[in-house]
């Protein structure tokens, strides 16, 4: 939705207002004051965070041959995304972000080097990624709010794009490289080459320039709940949350029991993953116009889900990467989605809202993970990846129901004439 009213086009002769935007584009977002550096601790953080997944993962398959302890070891960390959203999020938006996103990282970098310690159990890797997961459940806030701080609203969608494509590309390098150096070499050298990645990223978010908080006041558990009060209080704001949150983890979930699926061909599936993401954020984010993306959550959210159901067949590899690669070009939707959340946003609440979307969505890929789990353990994994896919397209559909009730503009779908106008 945007922020102004809409306006007759000007005709080819005339000249545009002095004070109109200029378009964005990606060569310029690098020349936006600080861009640079939250981008490159970014791709610094996702190639981490790739390694040390497909890594982990790995280890405890092959010391448990469980996909429902496999799939949490790699998705694991998100479940504690509800307890940081429930009651530390206030600091989204009032601690300084530098030193948070540095932090952070350096957290990381040593929870990491600590899963790679020798002779560590499963239950105790299990609980470090529980707390990798508390302490991230801040970054998405600090990230996305210092985003919408360095480009303002009408760039976030062109920045988160681009966000979006350098996780695509560094999930296709990390899972294709993790892949090799996994089957070749051990999981633990992969783990402290993350964490490594993870100091990298720490340094990076140094060369930020110093920024107050955006709201003052100490961050709190009553500022938490009363902030997450207010923006689920709205209507139009729960429902783009719920879609946001909920047919994203049950696909999630289906990419969680890659490697119990195909033990030897997780990291290719991973990177078909990646690559239909990058695929999905360069059409939404740059080749398709303004005007047209409103209408494509909702279609793009069932392809997400749609190609799963064939993997119930155990087709070949091949034919496995190209449906995992086209289903993930459906998570282009989040853009639309959260274009959408940041237009009903207030200004003071924008990293919270981020922040909160960001540890709900981490939050269901945990619980999805762990029911996709439980389901294969019970079945197989393909017929895991078959339930969460239907799972997916039945809460997009009553989502899009309920979203066009009293909703002036189609809600989640929103009519042809609603997008005209707007």
Known sequence: M???PHSPSP?????PPPDTPPRRTYANLFRTPEFGPLFLSSSAHIAAQTVSGLALG????RATNSPLLSAVSMFGPALAQVLGATFFLSGADRLPPRATLAGLALSFAVATAALALPGLPVWGMLLIVLVEGLIASLGG???WGLLTEILAKDGYLTGRSLFNMMTGLMQIAGYAAGGVLVTQLSPRLCLLLAAALYGTSAALALRLTRRPPRVSGRPSVRAT???NAALWSARPRRH???ALWIPN???VGCESLFVSYDPRAAGTLFACGALGMLAGDVTIGRLLPARLRPRLGIPLLVLLAAPYLVLFLRPSLPVAGVLVALASVGFGASLVQQERLVALTPEELSGHALGLHSAGMLTLQGVAAVLAGTVAQVTSPATAMSVMALGSLAVTLTL????RRDAPDGGLLPTRAAVRSA
């Open 11 to 15: 005709s080819p002769s005339d000249s």
């Open 249 to 251: 983890g049950l696909v």
């Open 240 to 242: 783009v949350y719920l």
């Open 225 to 227: 709940w009363r902030a």
């Open 2 to 4: 945007p922020d102004t």
């Open 141 to 143: 806030g600090v990230r």
């Open 58 to 61: 790995t280890l405890v398959f």
């Open 400 to 403: 899009t129901v309920a979203s």
